[in-house]
């Protein structure tokens, strides 16, 4: 069920309660200074009554220095308020994002999903802290002016019949037409972020093909179409201004035209008349903040519903809650598994029919060309995705009956690009288990091969790898990743070709520790190069979305003629 964003004030609905009586106390404060003026001139000045003049001066006085430091506390509890639910706001994106399985994120770019976390969460937040004090004020400022209004004198405040209502129609007018325009400049928004984010996470590539005037061609289009459609956007904005000027304007000349007349005939005073004409400003105020507000809100609309998609999605894959545990040496089965993403044609399977055992200790080898459908079956593996068909078993029962914790302990995936995070070294080995020993980590470092790095680095595992390891290459990247994953003790290993940019003595020298180090860990290598599997015990080459080939090295290069050829073409790569 859709729920709406207003349950994420119940961390600070105490400030905002505060925020609104303030307003309220405020605006009350100041809308009776005017009628109390009035007093002052028609009772005070006219029978020349000098202690009501002082009386209700000093109460004038008082309100006023009273609405003043009310105000203050309204405005910082409104703050409070906007700041706190910005907070919340994030937070909760954030936590779902978190939860989402891969296939839930998948319907979400990163671009907008960034957009959403910052530019929209910002637009609502703001729209809370501008929009409240006025949201709150201007209604019963409208409504205490009007009751005023008409009891200083009914047959001169008549004339806000006539004015209100054709300001309140051109007011909804321009509300309503600037809503869709709001919801278009979001989505430029995002393609606008997009085209920065893509450029410059490119950037070296941009350089190395010279294609600098082609981005910023591309770019100057997204930059224009989003300045089109906000230009258009605050041109119907700006059309408020003149409206309630011209409606400020009218009112004050039907005051003074039917207020001058009925001065002539003793139906109306001139006190009257002064502070009809002040509460003209303050309602014009009030109505100049209510459209503002509105069309603010327009826009926060347009917010309000792409933060909604991120809140109210649903996780795709459901985990049973349990007690079942993984065994320390489970096989790993995959029994007649097809696979089709998401939104794909009917027999669209990415793979099809696969079927494989492996025994705890041992090492697959999965080979195959690019699409061929080797990154899919490992996705599944680890349950990212959930199988269309057939089963994955791991020890004695189906993936989908484990607990997610127990499932995602057991199997780990170090990614071909695996994200190092901002901090030092240990910071990011120690994120993969938070408990492990100094042995652990040690033996972890000398199975990758990050011992190595460590020493070379002046600070050891206290070296700052930078954001995203922007202070490392490639291959060291790659070696922390695989050390990372090792602590977290996980009895089947995946490298989705994650050692690709080690060279091959290297690689080699890792996979030979591997077996040694962790002699009961289930190693799956999904790999281009036929030298990182091909001492594997088994070995799978896809092709299609299906197994071609099964078996051993030495067998494959005599039978499989796509295993045949990989190996081949390498072979002379490195011979040449």
Not at 51 to 67: E, H, R, V
Not at 280 to 288: K, P, R, S
Request: positive net charge; glycine residues 8%; charged residues 20%.
């Amino acid at each position: 069920m859709k729920r709406g964003l207003f349950r994420y004030f119940k961390k600070v609905w105490k400030e905002a309660l505060l925020a609104i009586f303030f307003i309220l106390l405020e605006t009350t404060l100041e809308t009776m200074v005017p009628f109390m003026a009035s007093r002052v001139v028609d009772i005070g000045i006219a029978n020349n009554d000098l202690p009501y003049i002082y009386k209700w001066g000093a109460l004038m006085i008082g309100s006023a220095f009273l609405a003043f430091f009310v105000g203050i506390f309204g405005v910082r509890f409104v703050a409070r308020t906007g700041q706190g639910f910005g907070a919340e706001l994030r937070r909760a994106q954030f936590a779902k994002l978190q939860s989402l399985d891969q296939e839930a994120r998948d319907k979400f770019a990163v671009s907008s999903l960034i957009t959403r976390l910052t530019n929209d969460t910002y637009t609502i937040q703001n729209a809370i802290i501008i929009g409240m004090r006025g949201i709150f004020r201007a209604p019963f400022m409208i409504t205490i002016v009007l009751m005023l209004s008409f009891n200083m004198n009914s047959k001169v405040a008549i004339v806000f019949a006539f004015t209100l209502p054709l300001i309140a129609i051109a007011m909804l007018t321009i509300v309503f037409r600037v809503r869709p325009l709001y919801e278009r400049m979001q989505r430029h928004f995002d393609e606008l972020n997009r085209s920065l984010q893509e450029n410059f996470q490119a950037i070296r590539v941009v350089k190395a093909y010279v294609t600098e005037e082609h981005e910023k061609d591309k770019f100057k289009a997204v930059n224009k179409m989003y300045r089109k459609v906000a230009s258009h956007a605050f041109m119907t904005v700006s059309l408020n201004g003149p409206i309630m000027q011209l409606g400020l304007y009218s009112t004050i000349i039907g005051l003074l035209y039917v207020g001058g007349n009925l001065i002539n005939t003793g139906a109306a005073k001139i006190g009257e008349i002064t502070g009809l004409l002040t509460f003209v400003l303050q309602l014009l105020n009030a109505m100049l903040m209510l459209a503002q507000i509105l069309i603010m809100f327009s826009r926060t609309s347009a917010s309000n519903k792409r933060i909604g998609e991120v809140l109210n999605s649903s996780a795709t894959l459901e985990y049973l809650v349990n007690d079942l545990e993984i065994k320390e040496k489970p096989t790993l089965i995959v029994k007649d598994v097809s696979f089709k993403y998401p939104g794909t044609s009917e027999g669209n399977y990415a793979i099809k029919d696969i079927n494989f055992t492996v025994k705890s200790g041992e090492t697959l080898g999965i080979i195959g060309q690019t699409g061929s459908g080797k990154s899919t079956l490992i996705h599944l593996l680890a349950r990212l995705y959930d199988v269309t068909e057939g089963e994955i078993r791991i020890g004695d029962h189906n993936v989908k009956e484990y607990r997610e914790e127990t499932l995602l302990e057991a199997i780990n995936i170090v990614f071909q690009s695996n994200m190092l995070f901002s901090g030092s070294i240990k910071d990011n080995l120690m994120w993969g288990n938070s408990e492990a020993s100094d042995e652990e980590i040690k033996r972890a470092l000398d199975a990758s091969m990050s011992d190595e790095i460590v020493a070379k680095l002046g600070h050891g595992l206290n070296s700052e790898v930078g954001q995203a390891g922007s202070q490392l290459s490639g291959g060291q990247k790659q070696r922390i990743g695989l050390a990372r994953a090792l602590l977290k003790r996980p009895k089947i290993l995946v490298l989705d070709d994650s050692l690709s940019a080690i060279d091959t003595i290297n690689e080699s020298k890792i996979r030979a520790k591997l077996r040694k180090l962790y002699p009961e860990l289930t190693l799956i290598i999904v790999s281009q190069r036929v030298s990182a599997i091909k001492d594997a015990d088994h070995i799978l080459v896809m092709h299609e979305g299906k197994i071609h080939g099964a078996g051993k090295h030495d067998a494959l290069v005599e039978n499989d003629e796509i295993y045949k050829d990989i190996y081949i073409t390498q072979l002379k790569g490195a011979k040449a």
